[in-house]
């Protein structure tokens, strides 16, 4: 097994290089084997308007789509195992409101495992947060809405109904839902990394989600947990060392995701280079997360490349490939 230290040197260049060239303000890179040795680097800046803030190893970052991976599928599997829950049972066994004006549509025949897998035919997004900001009202409009079936597709829709199926279970919204050690569900702006300069909130967003559709609900099961780069290798830690007892996330549901995971394919997020026993997941604000049971460690990237704004080409797809590849430089 290549020294930490090593992987960490050898991939911090692509990073480096992305901030040097403009394309992203700032970045953490972080790398944890299964015996616990770990490696951390930061660079550029968490913050550049209104004023310039430098990025450091303690930056709480917005994790965006993390969330998914984090929390959402943590606790729905979580709920199965201790026989809440059957993720072959239709999310209409704890969401009996869900479309419940049509008893046979389709909607009311999805699974939890489904949408842990994005096995729906529900669209990537729907934008809730046009729709009003009264988070009551916007989760019984979810709940009614009419989507057009589509093909499956990896669908915010997916998690976000997995969340409000949580908050029913446990009779308290995601916000008040314990995030998991080291998480939270807002940061201390002053120690944040910003993301954008939003339109319709009129400010340059940090410490608060980015994600328009959880801000208006107020929290969801798709988005809006933040972390810094040590609580999202201590998570990837305890997952190399859990010896078998997290088997559904490296579980095949189709032939690129797991459940909640997405698996190596040909051009996928972690790069060439990994064994297929690797599983990743990444998020809009420029995070990600990528652990290989094979080769025994994991490595996390992340940035703020929406900030100021996500109207820009930050070449992000490119660096975690970069990335990725040359973390597992055989």
């Avoid at 046979?104 to 046009?130: I, M, S």
Wanted: aromatic residues 10%.
């Amino acid at each position: 097994m290549m020294p930490v230290a090593v992987q960490l040197d050898r991939a911090f260049a692509p990073l480096a290089a992305a901030i040097e060239a403009g394309r992203i303000p700032g970045g953490v890179l972080g790398v944890v084997d299964r015996n616990g040795n770990r490696a951390i680097k930061a660079i550029g800046q968490a913050q550049t308007v209104p004023a310039s803030r430098p990025m450091t190893e303690d930056t709480w970052f917005d994790l965006a789509s993390l969330t998914k991976v984090l929390f959402t599928t943590e606790r729905i599997l979580a709920l199965a195992e201790a026989g809440r829950i059957d993720l072959d049972a239709p999310l209409v066994s704890v969401l009996p409101d869900f479309r419940h004006y049509n008893l046979d549509n389709w909607e009311r025949k999805v699974t939890f495992r489904q949408c842990l897998g994005h096995q729906t035919p529900f669209p990537a997004v729907l934008p809730l947060y046009t729709y009003g900001r009264d988070p009551d009202l916007l989760r019984t409009f979810l709940l009614q809405h009419e989507f057009a079936a589509g093909p499956s597709v990896y669908s915010d829709i997916n998690f976000i109904l997995l969340g409000l199926a949580l908050e029913r279970l446990e009779g308290k919204w995601i916000r008040e839902l314990d995030p998991g050690p080291g998480f939270a569900w807002s940061a201390d702006p002053d120690k944040a990394a910003a993301t954008e300069d939003c339109y319709w909130r009129h400010r340059v967003l940090a410490g608060e989600v980015h994600d328009d559709n959880c801000s208006a609900l107020e929290g969801a099961g798709h988005a809006g947990l933040f972390g810094t780069v040590s609580s999202v290798l201590d998570f990837a830690a305890a997952k190399l060392t859990s010896a078998g007892a997290d088997a559904l996330i490296r579980t095949p549901v189709s032939g690129r995701r797991t459940h909640g995971w997405e698996r190596p394919y040909e051009g996928w997020s972690g790069g060439e280079n990994c064994s297929p026993q690797t599983i990743g997941h990444t998020g809009f604000t420029g995070t990600g997360l990528w652990i290989d049971f094979d080769r025994g460690h994991a490595w996390t990237l992340l940035t703020n490349r929406v900030h100021p704004t996500r109207h820009f080409d930050s070449g992000i797809i490119a660096l975690r490939r970069a990335v990725g590849d040359c973390i597992n430089v055989t």
